[in-house]
């Protein structure tokens, strides 16, 4: 299930203008609302409600519609991500080798569940897949950075974060 942020929407009266003129341009175009959502992920960088309910009103669809494809497709975020995205991996291997716990342990030390933002901004926590570093299990990614072959240690996350 997808968190819904609970921080604040921020979005800025060019960012408003430019989905809504994109909006006005496009709206005639046949199956417009997945590419409507992916304007607008791409413009706020993810899909809160406000933004949502612009895409409804401008394509003359009920917000329940929009919803609805913005939380099925995988590619939809409804929160923003933190200025560093943390991925822990959680594909077989790395599972195997103790991600979960590592999973657990960051959400702990950043005071958020997987899928949220830390309240500052900073950090976003994902659990994702598979990273295709499975030779490094446990692996966690923070934006392209790479860490693998973790133990779960708490000092060990301690010096990932700190480098942040």
Do not use: H
């Not at 966690?140 to 708490?154: E, F, S």
């Amino acid at each position: 299930m997808k968190r819904i942020s609970t921080l604040p929407f921020a979005g800025t009266q060019a960012q408003e203008a430019e989905l809504k003129g994109w909006l006005a341009e496009n709206k005639d175009m046949p199956g417009v609302a997945m590419t409507a959502l992916q304007k607008a992920q791409d413009i706020y960088g993810y899909l809160p409600l406000e933004v949502q309910r612009m895409v409804a009103d401008a394509l003359d669809k009920p917000l329940a519609e929009i919803y609805g494809i913005s939380t099925f497709y995988s590619q939809f975020a409804l929160s923003p991500k933190g200025k560093y995205q943390i991925n822990v991996c959680l594909g077989t291997a790395c599972y195997v080798k103790g991600a979960g716990p590592i999973l657990d342990s960051l959400a702990q030390k950043l005071d958020i569940a997987a899928g949220d933002v830390t309240p500052d901004g900073k950090f976003s926590l994902e659990a994702c897949r598979c990273i295709g570093a499975c030779g490094l299990a446990p692996v966690i990614m923070i934006n392209d950075d790479v860490y693998g072959r973790l133990t779960g240690d708490a000092g060990e996350l301690d010096d990932i974060l700190a480098k942040y």
